[in-house]
């Protein structure tokens, strides 16, 4: 008996066969047979199948259905009756296995008995310039597991529906009668869910095994590149209602809500995309077949789907395409505000319809996505193109309607616009055009243009042959961009004549059509037989070697400009070059959290060199926007030139993390390392995570620490935390305390001497009433909120606001690398104030600070007022995170909470000022600031920059 057998399914695809037969015969693994079953194609697919099975007697075998099936599942079931291994792997023909995919499959197999082996499936994009790849859910498979049922890793389930990148044993196929459905598209969905319900052992391996070719230039379009055919659409449908019969007649509720939370996430979105680009009846049917499914979804699913997700699946079931054609939009445009949005009882709402239904009251709430706290510049709304059409002498009318979301744009804003077409390779030309109208109209800003596209559009020709367009809105000065979808609007009619700089034997007109994210853009085409035989010309010589020679000068090129900037080049050109310029003597440069902000001790020790009228030459690193910082400083990009030559030139560095690890330090550079915080948890080189590194990776941190020649300390907490951690040597100690605190020290003192607390300009610019308190929540970083950073508070604001908004106002400072979302009920009683780089203002401002782990509790303490410590994680984050220093519950100058009752609690009980935990707060300073004087700023400026004075 062969050991298994790799079923080859074909249809009229002679050309790429051999390819996949081939990726079977050259496996690792030996004992390996293919079993080629071709589905009545009509393109001599079979012969070739036939040729190879002559080629490979006794490996090879080639069978032929005696019609056409028209879809992947009959094949494939007639393989498995052909095939006489003992285990079974499926293959499309315009794909390949991975070379040791049978070893691995089949060994892990009989390792673990398990009836159903599945391995990593890698996407290949081989129509895109350089080939793209993604790894298919590789989440699954990181490492080897086994599973014992399928419900143990619902996920599986779900996500991973493929037939292809897994190995069965036969007799189970058989024993269990697992067949594919015939003639229906979708077929792995219903099969791979049988078999996961069916087997008794599953297990997964973390070895890529098969390479799922994805071909969108292809003549015959796959069933995944044909999603906007409805009958693509009802057979998904079918197989859904197939697998979820099965897990209903299983009792696997769970399993069946986390499917329909996937199949909102996923299998709708596929074929949403297309819906702004179809006629009436299309939608009507498209409607219908939904209706009736979306009506058996698991209400809890619209929960647990992304918003505008369950947005679309909501308004579609109501079958509301006013409200759900800007929904599709906004979710094939990310970020994109595409409804005016209603607000009620403090909440926002995507429309005023369906707030009667429960469910679309829930679904509908869009308050998390933030777009009411987003500045109009940042705002990126929708524009629906509502008229195109020919105008006289070579020109285009263009109508449309701006979405004006939340009345943002008020009525008696000033308002003008202007039309632009920009070459999409970027770095080409553009071209903007007047708009001659521009209104308000109610909900919306309407506008009308003609843009003489003929007489001024001057394309170079060839190289710029896809161009954009944009409306620029300005409403009092304030200016935000705006693409110009194109649903339910007409492109139709003749192209635009226009007069290439370049040549016009190839094209002498621009054609209007449909971007793939939805809107207006243009092309160069030829409108005569003879521009066309010429691009076939240039298209033939391009493609031949005079082309190839060309690319191939034009791609190394490219190669080296990107080489030139990229950062090997830059590292070179500081260690090369810039370093061997001379250092510029009374030259600072400083830097804050990786030139994300103009903050902490880095400022204040500017400011105060500033305050003493210090001569000398300062440069202030950025990362972001540098609105921030200060315009009496040279400020230079991190990672720019202009910033590698200021660090290799500069007498002093001045930073409160780190500067780039790789950038050496000149023997004549002082490092000043004020650092950002004594330290709760675990640091350097006491982290468990350290402990995996190799020698050299080690060596190379030590390196980096090695460049500090002074290291700010605030007690002898930091010199056992801090400094043993970093493996600093005592004579780079410097025990002065931290710059950024000796306003708080400053401030403590002065209440301390009877003197009156000045809220100052802050509090007005806030807006904050003097008869309210102010408690500030400042929570350390939080890595749950996936690649947007989006961290979740961990009370409910509207309780907050209800509950203490007539005592208190709640700034919320997230950590720099978070941020977070309120909803508008809560505007006056708690304000987000995370935009702002520095937090030592609002240290002095609050009356009262709630954290949880941040180092923000030892500069707080400096003031002598009262703290909450909401620790609701914390034993998660002490026990499976990074560990800590010492026991907080034990040291903690405040009461510790751990859910939103008792952090409520806590708050009402802050009456008597907190003097429960007086004596405990006195204790937290001797111990972790004993060297916290208010003076740190002037010592350093006397011990290191005295000299500079004018």
Same mark, same amino acid.
């Given at each position: ?37 071709? #589905? ?5 697919? =079979? ?75 890698? %996407? ?55 067949? !594919? ?219 449309? %309607? ?130 066309? %035989? ?21 791609? %190394? ?20 070059? =810039? ?138 907490? #930091? ?22 605190? #000796? ?51 961990? =009370? ?7 509950? !203490? ?32 780089? #520095? ?30 410590? !909401? ?80």
């Amino acid at each position: 008996m062969t050991e298994i057998s790799v079923v080859v399914i074909v249809y009229n695809d002679a050309e790429r066969l051999p390819a996949a037969v081939q990726s079977v015969l050259g496996q690792s693994f030996g004992d390996v047979e293919v079993v080629i079953v071709d #589905d009545c194609s009509t393109d001599g697919s =079979f012969a070739v199948a036939q040729g190879l099975a002559r080629r490979w007697p006794g490996r090879v075998r080639a069978f032929q259905l005696e019609e056409n099936s028209g879809a992947g599942g009959e094949p494939r079931n007639r393989g498995v009756r052909e095939a006489v291994g003992r285990y079974v792997m499926f293959l499309d023909s315009d794909d390949v296995l991975e070379r040791n995919a049978c070893r691995n499959l089949v060994e892990a197999a009989e390792a673990t008995r398990a009836d159903l082996v599945s391995g990593l499936c890698v %996407r290949l994009h081989k129509d895109a310039p350089v080939e793209k790849r993604n790894e298919w859910y590789a989440w699954l498979y990181q490492r080897t597991r086994t599973l014992e049922s399928v419900a143990e890793l619902p996920d599986l389930f779900v996500w991973d529906t493929l037939s292809t990148n897994k190995c069965y044993r036969r007799d189970f196929l058989l024993e269990h009668d697992l067949r !594919f459905p015939k003639g229906m598209f979708y077929e792995d969905l219903q099969f791979i869910a049988q078999a996961y319900l069916a087997a008794g052992r599953i297990t997964l391996i973390p070895n890529q095994v098969y390479f799922w070719h994805v071909h969108q230039a292809a003549a015959v379009k796959s069933v995944t590149n044909r999603r906007h055919e409805m009958t693509n659409y009802a057979h998904r449908l079918e197989v859904h209602r197939r697998i979820d019969a099965m897990l209903a007649e299983r009792g696997m509720a769970e399993m069946r809500v986390a499917k329909d939370v996937k199949f909102l996430k996923h299998d709708l979105v596929l074929h949403l995309r297309d819906l702004p680009f179809r006629d009436a009846a299309y939608r009507a049917e498209f409607a219908r077949l939904s209706a009736g499914y979306l009506a058996t979804l698991a209400p809890e699913a619209y929960g647990r789907a992304q918003p505008l997700q369950a947005v679309c699946g909501y308004l579609l079931g109501r079958g509301d395409w006013a409200n759900l054609i800007p929904a599709v939009d906004a979710l094939l445009n990310p970020g994109k505000v595409a409804v005016p949005l209603t607000e009620r009882e403090g909440r926002v709402f995507w429309c005023a319809e369906h707030l009667e239904d429960p469910l679309g009251r829930e679904v509908l709430d869009v308050t998390e996505l933030g777009y009411h706290t987003r500045p109009l510049e940042k705002m990126f709304l929708r524009n629906q193109l509502t008229a195109f059409e020919a105008a006289a002498g070579g020109g285009v009318r263009l109508a449309g %309607r701006v979405t004006n979301a939340l009345g943002r744009i008020g009525e008696g804003a000033r308002l003008r616009a202007e039309l632009q077409f920009s070459a999409r390779r970027r770095g080409l030309q553009a071209f903007t055009f007047p708009v001659a109208a521009v209104r308000h109209a109610g909900e919306v800003i309407e506008w009308e243009a003609v843009a003489d596209v003929s007489g001024r559009l001057r394309p170079l020709g060839i190289i710029d042959a896809v161009w954009d367009v944009r409306l620029v809105l300005e409403a009092d000065g304030v200016r935000t961009t705006t693409r110009l979808s194109v649903a339910d609007t007409d492109l139709s009619g003749r192209p635009l004549p226009v007069r290439p700089r370049l040549t016009r034997m190839v094209a002498d007109h621009v054609r209007p059509h449909v971007s793939a994210k939805g809107h207006l853009a243009f092309e160069l085409v030829g409108e005569d037989p003879g521009r066309e %035989r010429a691009r076939e010309l240039i298209t033939k010589s391009v493609q031949g070697r005079p082309g190839a020679l060309a690319k191939s000068g034009y791609r %190394r090129a490219r190669a080296l400009r990107r080489q030139l900037t990229s950062g090997d080049a830059k590292l070179r050109a500081y260690r090369e070059v =810039f370093s061997r310029l001379p250092v510029k003597k009374g030259t600072v440069v400083f830097e804050s959290h990786l030139g994300r902000q103009y903050s902490d001790s880095p400022r204040a020790l500017y400011e105060e060199m500033r305050r003493q009228n210090l001569q000398f030459e300062a440069y202030w690193a950025y990362s972001g926007d540098p609105g921030a910082f200060p315009a009496d400083a040279t400020l230079v990009r991190r990672w720019s030139l202009p910033y590698l030559k200021a660090l290799a030139q500069a007498e002093f560095w001045v930073d409160n993390q780190s500067f780039p690890l790789k950038l050496d330090k000149r023997p004549e550079t002082t490092y000043i390392q004020t650092w950002h915080g004594s330290a709760l948890k675990k640091m350097g080189f006491d982290q468990p995570a350290q402990k995996t590194l190799t020698r050299a990776q080690q060596a190379e941190q030590q390196r980096a620490l090695d460049r500090f020649d002074r290291f700010l300390v605030r007690s002898e907490h #930091d010199v056992r935390t801090l400094a043993r951690a970093f493996r600093l040597p005592e004579r780079a100690l410097l025990r002065v305390g931290y710059p950024r605190n #000796d306003a708080l020290v400053q401030a403590r003192r002065a209440e301390e001497a009877g003197q009156a607390r000045v809220r100052g300009p802050l509090a007005a610019e806030l807006g904050i009433d003097a008869g309210k308190q102010v408690i500030l929540y400042a929570p350390t970083f939080r890595t749950g909120g996936g690649r947007s950073h989006r961290f979740e508070l961990p =009370f409910d604001a509207e309780r907050f606001a209800e509950r !203490f908004g007539d005592r208190y106002v709640l700034l919320v400072r997230s950590h720099y690398l978070n941020h977070v979302t309120l909803p508008p009920t809560v505007a006056g009683s708690v304000l987000d104030v995370s935009a702002h780089h #520095d937090v030592a203002p609002f240290l002095e401002l609050a009356d009262v600070l709630v954290t949880d782990y941040s180092s923000v509790m030892f500069d707080y303490a400096l003031l002598d007022r009262p703290m909450v410590f !909401f620790t609701y994680d914390y034993q998660a984050y002490v026990h499976e995170q990074r560990g800590t220093y010492f026991d907080l519950r034990e040291h903690a100058p405040g009461p510790l909470v751990e859910t939103e009752e008792a952090f409520f609690g806590a708050l009402e009980e802050l009456g008597a000022g907190g003097r429960e935990y007086a004596a405990a707060r006195k204790r937290f300073v001797a111990h972790f600031g004993e060297y916290e004087r208010g003076d740190a700023a002037r010592t350093l400026v006397e011990q290191f920059f005295s000299h500079w004075s004018r």
